[in-house]
Structures are given as C-alpha cells and as structure tokens.
C-alpha cells in the first residue's frame, strides 16, 4: 500500500478566483423567477465558447443584466456589523470562509475543465447529440465539484469557529436553493444569490452571529444537495483521483467527502498512554489490537485483511463504574493510534459522537446524525469513535418522559449502524462507553459485538501500581521522598503489565451468572462442550427460551468475540517502523502474511473451551446489564427505608414523648 500524496493549492493559485470572488460578494446577479428547486439553469451552447478564466472574469457583479435581480453580501455584512468600513469579526470571519472556500472551488473546477477534456469541447448546435450529451454532464460534473469544494472548506472553517454559542441557535433552511448545474460559474451566481436572499429575506438573521449560523445551515445543505446527486454524476474520475490540500492548512480534498475538524492534525487529548493505566489489562490489550488492525486498511483498495479474516471489531462497548478509567483509556488510545499513524503516514483521526446532536427543531436531530456518519465513513481516513457517558445520549426510550429528539438519535443510528447502507469497511471503529449501561436503548445494546468490563484498580497490588505512577513523578525532582521502605517494583509490576494474550487473561467465574450457570448444567448433562457443537446450539435455544432479548444477533456477538480470540495475536512491531515489511506490500501479499500468522496462533488456541467460555460471559453480562434497572430500583428502595428507619429512631431518641404516647 502506498500513500498518495497530496497536490498543494498555494495562495498563488487563488488570487484569479479571489478577484472573482471579491467581485461577486459585493454584487451578484440572478435570474429569480420561478425554477423547479435544482435543476440545471439552461443557456445557449453558443453562451459557452470562451476558455474558464474569461468567463469567469465578468460574469459576476459586473455587467449584470437588467432582467435579474442583485444582492449584496458585503453590504448585508456592513449591516450586521453596524459600520460601513470596519466588518465585526464574525461578520469577516463568514465572508472570509466563503472568499477563500470559493477561490479553491474556482481552482478545482478550472482543473477540472483542463483535466476532463472540457476545455477542448467545441460543441454548436450542429454537433452529435453523444458530444451535446457529454458537454452537458461534463458541466454538470464541474458546477458539482465547484459547490462541493467551496461549500466543504466553509462549513469546514466555521464548524471550528464559535461552535458552542452558534451552536444553540435554532436555524434552518425552509426549502433547498436553486442551483445552477451549467457549468461552475453559474453555479457560483445561484448559491451566492439564493444564499444572500436567506440570509437578507428570511428574517432568521438578525445578528452576527446568526450569520456565522445561517451561513453553516445553507452551505451544509448544499454540501446535502450535491452529495445525493454524486451517484448519478458522470465523469467526476478527473476530481476524485487526485487529493488536494490547501498549503499551511488542515483542509484537504479528497472526491466528494467532507472535511471535518481534527482528520488531519492531531485532536488535543490528555497526554496519557496504554502504559498509564494500571489494571485493565483486557481493554488495553484489546484496543491495542484493535487500532493497529485498523491502520492496515488500504484506502485504495477500500478494504482491511483484518476484516476479511475476521479479527476487526466495529461496535464494541466498555463499561464500569465512575473512576475506574474510561476516559484515561479513549485519550489513551487515540494516542497509540495517532503516534502508529504517524509512522506509517496513514490518515487517522478521532471522531467522539457529539453531544448537541438532539434538536427541538423537527428533522434536524435525524440530519446531524446523517451527517456525523458521513464523517464517520470517509473512506480516505482511518477513525476511532469513542461515544463516552452514551447512556445520557442513548436512553432507553420505553422510560417514561422519553423525548421525540432521543428517539431519533437512537433511529438514527440503528440505521447507520445495520440498515442496508451501513457499509462499514475496516476503517472505523465505534467503541461506546457507559457508567450505567442498563440506561442505555436496548437495541442498541443488541448491536454491541463485544464488552469489557473496566473494573478499574481493585487489589493491593494494583493500588501499589496506582501510587508508584504518582509518586514517581515526585521522586525524580525529589531525592528520597519516599525513603528507604520503598517496595520494590515486582510486588506490583503484574497490575502494570499489558498481557501477551488475551487467552493468559484468567478468566473472573465470579461474574458468570448463576442462572446461566443452571442452563449450563443442563445442556453439559445432554452434550461435551468439549468437543461438540450441539453444546452451544442447545445452549442458546434455552437462553432464548427464557429470555427474548437472545436472538441471532447475540449468537453473532458471541462468534466475534471467538473471531477475535482466533486472532489472539499481535502484529511484529516491525511492520509498524519499517513500511516495506508489511505496508508497502500488495494487499494480496498482506492478506497471506495474515493468514499465516492466524494459523500458526490458532494451533495453541482451545476452541471449544473459549467458545464455551465466550458464551457464558456473553450471557451472564447481558443479563446482568438488563437487571440493572431492577437493582437499581431495589437499591434506591431500600435505601429509602434504611433512611426512614434510621430517621425514625433518630425522632425517638430526641423526642421520646411523641413515640410513648403513640404506644
């Protein structure tokens, strides 16, 4: 696999468009009258000769016919700003994004014209109906590629800009605008033109800051627009093989995907490694794997051999109480994954669920959960998605006082994660995380493939562990602080240590439950789990029996977590410091090295001891998580009455009199 590198865009390469640009911010034109929402505004083939940057030059703010209508940005932007010669910086941090967003755009779609044969098309109205037809999707292509990369690098520029006060205004688009797909320089005039008439017209806009969130919601719903169009799109190989990025920026450009903060520079994370972390060993381990499984994807080929093979997770939950190490494991792993990345030039980024997804206003929750898997899923970008405390996101929605908004997140997902088009292919990865996990919606417990229960620090060995990493730190500063009685590190190294295998993980009986254990004596008078499969077949027919949240889906969790175990070893470290050893090779070639790897570990692997191990864990956690509200009730029951039991004995005690006359 080989990295693409990226085609630079320099400030050099907008300053054509930027005067374009400029030109049509203070005054753009167009044709207003009634047009059926997107579609292509027609104009003479004959109105086309020219080369791009001719027909760029006046077909914005100057010369405007007088048949059409004008608006002026810079002037809307004076008005908010409440000064005709100094813009507010919300105000110029907008026309800025939409000033440089569309000098790229400009840029694209002229390499475009050059690169597609578009430049040489010399088409009249004599011309074969194949060569009209091509020059016709050829502009169709350009004016798509025009708005997405503009539309991209604005929403792109202000989704870091202001995020958490824009964030809370309600806005939204009544009705999509009417894009011109002749060609990018009309599809320039009709954005703008439609995008100023919200902004001055709607009366949604009353301030700066507005602005900056009326600007996301138009140019978000352009991006909307073009991307359902994508599939139907011809020629567009011109733009989608090449990768762009713009010089001394994060922003890069890759097909039709969206940028999104943090894909390409590192996310600023507590500065915490797998080592850090004392106990866990089950979760470090695996999420180890995980992330260096998931830098084996090949964005060319769009497709991971760990996957094929049957070692990659895509849903996994982990789960504890407070304090005992979820966040110190997401900003643990998101390092290991970032610093692996570095080294082998792949992209990686982390992509947490956000947590403003739910929206009083009626379509937009399920819109920003659309739009979060788009991100989700760029299949140029390797990316660990932790959703942390999802149990305040994704609530069970039979509780009573359930809102609309939590529905639809929940909808929303079970969708992206296994309707029709969720197409996951080993390049992202959705690890959930939760103090209570009996709160969370039940199906989306159901697509969980495995759990690891963060038990957090709990012998004296581990708290050992715990106060050397503190106390450690001091000492190097401090000669002697701790003094002679020091222990020494062996008492305590076990809890600091990240195992070599999952199988050397002794497994905890003590969290089987005893009505699993009960249907498990039962299938063991009937079958060997040793040897037979009929012992896990029997097995789940009674667990379904008895309980109706075990269906087949459960029956596959289960097989992933074998699948994992199967694969139950790491990759040679170096492969991850030298590329030629296993990233530079074929993918065919990767696969082999893989498979041979596979063999040879499950050779020491006792199948039917881990499927039966599997099974019982599988089943006694998640009867243990859907008893949590049970227990949780009871708990806070009977914490009642000790109150009320304490508090009645406390009133005798102190007023005597009250309880004798009572008796």
């Known amino acids: 696999m080989t990295t693409q590198s990226y085609i630079p865009i320099t400030k050099g390469d907008l300053e054509k468009g930027a005067q374009v640009v400029t030109s049509a911010l203070e005054k753009v034109g167009w044709n207003d009258s009634d047009r059926t929402t997107n579609q292509p505004k027609k104009e003479s083939i004959e109105a086309y000769a020219g080369n791009?940057?001719?027909?760029?030059?006046?077909?914005?703010?100057?010369?405007?016919?007088?048949?059409?209508?004008?608006?002026?940005?810079?002037?809307?932007?004076?008005?908010?700003?409440?000064n005709t010669s100094i813009l507010n910086e919300d105000c110029s941090v907008v026309l800025n994004a939409i000033l440089t967003g569309m000098s790229v755009g400009v840029y694209i779609a002229e390499q475009y014209y050059t690169s597609s044969g578009l430049i040489k098309l010399r088409v009249t109205?004599?011309?074969?109906?194949?060569d009209k037809e091509e020059y016709e999707e050829k502009r169709a292509a350009q004016a798509r590629i025009f708005l997405h990369v503009a539309a991209n690098f604005i929403t792109w520029t202000l989704e870091q800009y202001k995020s958490d006060e824009a964030g809370v205004l309600a806005m939204t688009l009544d009705k999509n605008p009417e894009l011109s797909l002749s060609g990018s320089t009309n599809s320039m005039k009709s954005s703008l033109y439609f995008y100023a008439k919200f902004v001055e017209q709607?009366?949604?806009?009353?301030?700066?800051?507005?602005?900056?969130?009326?600007?996301?919601?138009?140019?978000?719903?352009?991006?909307?627009?073009?991307?359902?169009?994508?599939?139907?799109?011809?020629?567009?190989?011109?733009?989608?093989?090449?990768?762009?990025?713009?010089?001394?920026?994060?922003?890069?450009?890759?097909?039709?995907?969206?940028?999104?903060?943090?894909?390409?520079?590192?996310?600023?994370?507590?500065?915490?490694?797998?080592?850090?972390?004392?106990?866990?060993?089950?979760?470090?381990?695996?999420?180890?794997?995980?992330?260096?499984r998931m830098l084996c994807y090949d964005p060319t080929e769009q497709r991971n051999p760990w996957q094929e093979l049957g070692g990659l997770s895509t849903f996994a939950m982990s789960y504890g109480p407070p304090g005992t190490g979820k966040s110190m494991g997401i900003a643990a792993t998101y390092n290991y994954g970032f610093d692996l990345a570095e080294n082998i030039g792949v992209p990686f980024k982390m992509l947490p669920l956000p947590k403003t997804l739910i929206s009083g206003i009626q379509g937009e929750t399920a819109g920003k959960v659309q739009q979060y898997f788009r991100l989700l899923r760029n299949p140029s970008v390797i990316t660990y998605a932790p959703w942390d405390d999802i149990e305040n996101l994704l609530k069970d929605r039979s509780r009573q006082g359930a809102s609309e908004g939590e529905g639809h997140i929940i909808s929303g997902v079970l969708t992206e994660t296994e309707g029709a088009t969720a197409v996951n292919h080993g390049n992202y990865f959705i690890q959930i995380f939760s103090n209570y996990p009996g709160g969370i919606d039940a199906a989306i417990l159901s697509r969980v493939q495995?759990?690891?229960?963060?038990?957090?620090?709990?012998?004296?060995?581990?708290?050992?562990?715990?106060?050397?990493?503190?106390?450690?730190?001091?000492?190097?500063?401090?000669?002697?602080?701790?003094?002679?009685?020091?222990?020494?590190?062996?008492?305590?190294?076990?809890?600091?240590?990240?195992?070599?295998?999952?199988?050397?993980?002794?497994?905890?009986?003590?969290?089987?439950?005893?009505?699993?254990?009960?249907?498990?004596?039962?299938?063991?008078?009937?079958?060997?789990?040793?040897?037979?499969?009929?012992?896990?077949?029997?097995?789940?027919?009674?667990?379904?029996?008895?309980y109706d949240f075990w269906t087949a889906r459960e029956s596959r969790n289960v097989q992933s977590g074998i699948d994992l175990i199967l694969m139950d070893f790491d990759m040679e470290k170096e492969m991850f410091e030298n590329r030629s050893v296993f990233f530079d090779k074929s993918y065919k070639e990767r696969v082999g090295i893989l498979k041979e790897l596979k063999r040879a570990r499950a050779k020491e692997v006792d199948f039917y001891k881990i499927w039966r191990q599997e099974m019982l864990k599988h089943a006694s956690s998640l009867i243990t998580i859907k008893s949590e509200k049970i227990d949780q009730k009871i708990g806070e029951r009977t914490e009642d009455m000790i109150v009320q039991r304490a508090a009645i004995n406390a009133a005798a005690k102190q007023r005597p009199d009250l309880f004798q006359e009572q008796q």
């Open 202 to 292: 709607s009366g949604k806009v009353n301030t700066s800051l507005a602005f900056v969130k009326a600007t996301l919601v138009y140019f978000e719903r352009v991006l909307d627009i073009v991307e359902a169009e994508v599939s139907t799109t011809n020629y567009t190989d011109f733009f989608t093989s090449r990768r762009y990025k713009l010089s001394d920026t994060d922003f890069v450009i890759e097909g039709f995907e969206r940028s999104s903060v943090g894909t390409h520079s590192k996310v600023e994370v507590r500065d915490i490694t797998m080592d850090d972390i004392i106990a866990n060993g089950e979760f470090r381990k695996t999420n180890m794997r995980q992330i260096e």
């Open 450 to 546: 495995s759990r690891t229960l963060l038990g957090g620090p709990t012998t004296y060995e581990d708290f050992m562990a715990l106060d050397y990493l503190w106390y450690k730190l001091h000492e190097e500063q401090i000669n002697g602080l701790v003094g002679s009685k020091k222990p020494p590190k062996t008492e305590f190294e076990k809890s600091m240590e990240i195992p070599e295998f999952l199988a050397n993980i002794e497994f905890d009986e003590s969290v089987l439950r005893p009505e699993v254990l009960e249907i498990a004596k039962k299938v063991d008078n009937q079958f060997d789990s040793s040897d037979d499969p009929r012992w896990a077949a029997t097995f789940q027919d009674l667990m379904s029996n008895q």
């Open 52 to 82: 791009f940057a001719h027909r760029h030059a006046g077909a914005l703010g100057r010369g405007v016919s007088s048949n059409v209508n004008t608006l002026s940005l810079t002037g809307i932007a004076q008005k908010l700003s409440k």
């Open 125 to 130: 109205k004599d011309s074969s109906e194949k």
